[in-house]
C-alpha cells in the first residue's frame, strides 16, 4: 500500500458478487507490485471516489457516478441537466426570449460540441486506408451514458466514444492496411475495445490499467464484447496471452505475451509521472507494435503541491511521451491540434522506423 493507506474507503469489506470480489482482488494487488504500476499521486483521490461509487452505487449506472465525469467519463456541455436545465431555459425566457427552449438545450446539453467532433471525424477519415463504418455503430446504453443522436439513426455518440474516433482518424491517415489488433494503457472503461470488436468480432483488445478502473472496463466489456472476455480474476500466474478481448492489472502487462499492431494512449500518460511512462514505452515496444497513438496534453498536469495527493509530481509533456517512444525505435509521422482536435492536447501518431 502506498503510504501505509487502505485503499477501500472504511476498509476492505468482502462483496459477495462476482465483481466486488474482483476488485478486491486487485486492490491486493496493488501492495505487493513494482511502485512502478501503482497508482500515481494525481490518482490518489479519484481512487478513493470511484472506489465509494463501486461500494455505495454498484456498476449498472456507473457512467453516471458522481466520479465519472471528473474521473473517466468526460461529458459535453455545460453540466445542466434535469431541473437545473429547466432553470436555465426558464431564466433565458425572460432573458432573451426570442431563443427557443429546443436551441438552450442544444446550446448547453453539449449537442453541439458532440456534432463538431463528429463531422470532424467524417471528414478527415481516410477510408480508403481504412474501410470504416462510422454511422451505424455508437456506444451502448449499458451504464446510462449521455448520448446523442447525430446522424438519421438510432444509434448514439459520447464524448468517450468520439475521442477515440479522433484517435483512429488520424491513424487512418497513416496505416497501410486495417489494424485488428490493439493494445491501450489507462483505457478507461474499456470504450476503445467496444469501437473495434463493433466493427470486427475478430478484433483483439487489451487494456492494462490500475484499479478499480480496470475492473470497471471488464465488466464494460463482459457487457457490450461479441466475444469472451478476459478478466482480471482469469489470470494465470505466470505469463500468459490474450487472443481476442481483455482487461488486466497495470503489473501484469509485463507477463502479456501477446504482440499487437496499435497501441493507444488516451488522456492517461499525462496522469503519471516520467518513469512511469518511460516503463510502459519499453514494455509497449517489446509487444512488437507498429504504430502508437498518443493524445496527451502539450504541457502536462498542473504540478502537485508539496506534500499533497493529486497533481503530477513531475508532468509529464507531450513531447516527453514522443521522446520516450523515440528512444525505442519510433518516429512520428503525424501530429494533429485543431481542427481535429480541440483541446489542450496534441494527437500524435508514431511509427516504428
Known amino acids: 500500500m502506498r503510504g501505509g493507506r487502505r485503499w477501500w474507503p472504511g476498509g476492505r469489506e468482502e462483496s459477495p458478487d462476482r465483481w466486488g470480489a474482483m476488485t478486491e482482488q486487485v486492490l491486493a494487488g496493488i501492495d505487493d507490485c513494482d511502485p512502478l504500476y501503482r497508482p500515481t499521486n ?62 438552450v438545450r442544444t446550446i448547453l446539453g453539449g449537442s453541439l460540441e458532440a456534432r463538431r467532433d463528429f463531422h470532424a471525424v467524417r471528414l478527415a477519415w481516410d477510408q480508403e486506408r481504412w474501410p470504416f463504418d462510422l454511422l451505424s455503430f455508437g456506444e451502448s446504453e449499458v451504464g446510462g451514458p449521455q448520448r446523442f443522436r447525430l446522424a438519421k439513426t438510432d444509434v448514439g455518440w459520447t464524448r468517450p466514444y468520439l475521442n477515440y474516433l479522433l484517435c483512429l ?64 480474476a482469469d489470470l494465470p500466474e505466470g505469463t500468459f496471452e490474450i487472443e481476442g478481448v481483455g482487461a488486466v492489472p497495470s503489473w501484469r502487462l509485463p507477463d502479456l505475451r501477446s504482440d499487437f499492431e496499435v497501441f493507444v494512449n488516451s488522456f492517461s500518460f499525462q496522469e503519471m509521472e516520467p518513469d512511469v511512462v518511460a516503463n510502459y514505452a519499453r514494455l509497449v515496444a517489446d509487444r512488437g ?65
Open 169 to 232: 482518424t488520424a491513424l487512418s491517415r497513416h496505416v497501410d492496411a486495417p489494424p485488428r489488433s490493439f493494445l491501450e494503457i489507462g483505457g478507461g472503461f474499456g470504450v476503445l475495445g467496444e469501437i473495434v470488436t463493433q466493427r470486427d468480432p475478430q478484433a483483439r483488445y487489451v487494456d492494462a490499467d490500475i484499479p478499480p478502473l480496470v475492473v470497471i472496463a471488464a465488466w464494460y466489456l463482459h457487457q457490450v464484447s461479441p466475444t469472451t472476455v478476459t478478466t482480471p
Open 42 to 103: 494525481f490518482w490518489g483521490p479519484g481512487v478513493d471516489r470511484i472506489l465509494g461509487d463501486i461500494r455505495d452505487r454498484g456498476f449498472e449506472r456507473f457512467k453516471s457516478w458522481p466520479s465519472a465525469a471528473s474521473w473517466f467519463y468526460p461529458r459535453y456541455g455545460d453540466g445542466f441537466a434535469g431541473s437545473r436545465m429547466q432553470q436555465m431555459i426558464d431564466v433565458l425566457a425572460d432573458l432573451r426570449p426570442d431563443l427557443s427552449e429546443s436551441r
Open 289 to 353: 507494435v507498429r504504430y502508437v497513438v498518443s493524445l496527451n496534453s502539450r504541457a502536462g498536469k498542473r504540478r502537485a503541491a508539496a506534500g499533497t495527493e493529486g497533481g503530477a509530481l513531475e508532468p509529464v509533456t507531450s513531447q516527453f511521451i514522443v521522446d520516450s517512444f523515440a528512444a525505442h525505435g519510433f518516429e512520428p509521422v503525424g501530429r494533429y491540434g485543431e481542427p481535429l482536435i480541440q483541446s489542450a492536447g496534441e494527437l500524435v501518431v508514431l511509427r516504428r522506423r
